[in-house]
Structure formats: C-alpha cells, structure tokens
C-alpha cells in the first residue's frame, strides 16, 4: 500500500512536466487557418506567446501566435550551409573551434527575415544578408 501511495504520488507531481500546453481558441483556428493538414503539433507557452512545433514538407517547423491568435513568427529548420556566406565567414571567425549545431530561417509577422545559428546552446541571429545582430540564449 505504501508502494502505491508513492507512486501516485510521484506521479500526480510528474503530471505537469508532461502535459501539453492548450492553447486559447483564437490561437488553434489561426494555426489551423494556415496548416490544416497538420498533425501532431507540439504547443509550448513562452511568456504570453504561443509556440505549435510541426513537421511541414520534412522539415522542423514552428509558428508563434499571441493569445488573440496574431502570428508573431515562424521558424523553419534549414541545412547549416543553407546560411547566408556572411552569416558562414563571421561564425567561422568568431566561433572557430565550436559546433555549429541547428539552423533556422524566421520570417517575422512584418515580413523581416532573419536566420538563427545555435552554436554552444546559444542562438547567434544575423539578418537576412548575414549581418550579425545578436545572440539569444537558447
């Protein structure tokens, strides 16, 4: 009896580690409007941002939305030699003996396009010319 008592104890703590974020109506008909076929989508909850993960045509995908369901942004996994030359020559200066783990196009809500190098679990954002701007924590 003690047994059981610990393990469904353990898991009502364990729960919310694993339950999925549920997203405000607004947020599911946006995604929806844009990626019907969709499925499965992984939501997640940044601040008041939300984020759906997806597959699309192969590739890792995601689309953040605000909690009226306006897109804020989308992010598309690319190759790492799919960077721009800019983007390559300043990561090979600056960061020479580091990995050069994931990278992404994100095209912003205004129609700006950047590109997003994770390099030492960081995110190193240029512009759409390579240009460096910033580095995010990942």
Not at 9 to 16: E, I, V
Not at 19 to 27: D, I, L, M
Not at 116 to 138: L, P, R, S, T, W
């Given at each position: 009896?003690?047994?059981?008592?610990?393990?469904?104890?353990?898991?009502?703590?364990?729960?919310?580690?694993f339950?999925?974020?549920?997203?405000?109506?607004?947020?599911k008909?946006a995604?929806?409007?844009?990626?019907?076929?969709?499925?499965?989508?992984?939501?997640?909850?940044?601040?008041?941002?939300?984020?759906?993960?997806?597959?699309?045509?192969?590739?890792?995908?995601?689309?953040?939305?605000?909690?009226?369901?306006?897109?804020?942004?989308?992010?598309?996994g690319?190759?790492?030699?799919?960077?721009?030359?800019?983007?390559?020559?300043?990561i090979?200066?600056?960061?020479?003996?580091?990995?050069?783990?994931?990278?992404?196009?994100?095209?912003?809500?205004?129609?700006?396009?950047?590109?997003?190098?994770?390099?030492?679990?960081?995110?190193?954002?240029?512009?759409?010319?390579?240009?460096?701007?910033?580095?995010?924590?990942?």
């Open positions: 009896m003690k047994k059981m008592l610990m393990l469904s104890m353990a898991g009502f703590f364990l729960m919310p580690i339950a999925q974020v549920k997203p405000p109506e607004a947020v008909n995604f929806n409007g844009s990626y019907p076929a969709i499925s499965p989508v992984k939501w997640d909850k940044d601040d008041d941002e939300y984020e759906a993960s997806f597959v699309q045509n192969g590739k890792k995908m995601s689309a953040t939305y605000s909690p009226s369901g306006e897109l804020k942004e989308t992010e598309t690319i190759r790492t030699n799919e960077l721009p030359a800019a983007a390559t020559r300043y090979a200066q600056h960061y020479k003996n580091a990995r050069l783990k994931t990278a992404e196009k994100v095209l912003k809500s205004n129609g700006e396009t950047l590109y997003e190098a994770e390099i030492n679990k960081k995110d190193i954002v240029f512009d759409q010319n390579g240009k460096f701007i910033k580095v995010e924590k990942d």
